[in-house]
């Protein structure tokens, strides 16, 4: 089986702040790797997909990259309302889906 | 706008079964091409993958899960449902229903969610 691991687990930081979250994989993934946003009590939102094609609407401030073993997520100047729970979430062709343990940020 | 609501008992008695239906309005399951997924999340603890179903019928599940679990699918009513046997306090979660991107390797648009607790 395949094992995410993302980090930190959480991170404090201000209305302004480049924030990275990384995932990494326990063994080569190509770009299978997306990324989401979770606000408490709701559902998760696609942002990212195939490692670093952003969803259609979703804002130009989030960005992904890597491939293989290590991912990275970037919010490039953090706003109000990008306070949540981010996680990273691979797939596999058997087919198997498994998200990270997800990271939390909040304000510092 | 696909929208997806899940329907469920919410509280559901050790070594029952547990059975959720997910309505899905402004999409048609059987126009194709895309995985009808959910997904569980336990009280505090990351998402995890429970399987998915094509308006084929053909299922795939998590093999952590798959001895108990069965997805359906209603294309007349355009739903489709899940069923988890045996169930213990270990399956309490917010379950999800979500509908699959057109390459089947994330999830693009969820339903809010529902609480199943499981208790005596």
Known sequence: DIQMTQSPSSLSASVGDRVTITCQASQD?????????????????LLISDA????????????GRG?????????????SEDF?????????SLPMYTFGQGTNVDVK | QVQLQESAPGLVKPSQT?????????????SGGYAWNWIRQAPGKELEWIGSIHDWGNTDYNPSLRSRVTISVDKTRNQFSLKMTSVTVADTAVYFCARGSTSWRSFEFWGQGTLVTVSS
């Open chain 1, 29 to 45: 993934i190509g770009n299978y790797l997306s990324w989401y946003q979770q606000k408490p009590g709701k559902a998760p939102k």
């Open chain 1, 52 to 63: 670093s094609v952003l969803k259609r609407g979703a804002p130009s401030r989030f960005s």
């Open chain 1, 67 to 79: 491939s293989g073993t290590v991912f990275t997520f970037t919010i490039s100047g953090l706003q």
């Open chain 1, 84 to 92: 949540a729970t981010y996680y990273c979430q691979h797939y596999s």
């Open chain 2, 18 to 30: 547990l059975a959720l239906t997910c309505a899905v309005s402004g999409a048609s399951i059987s």
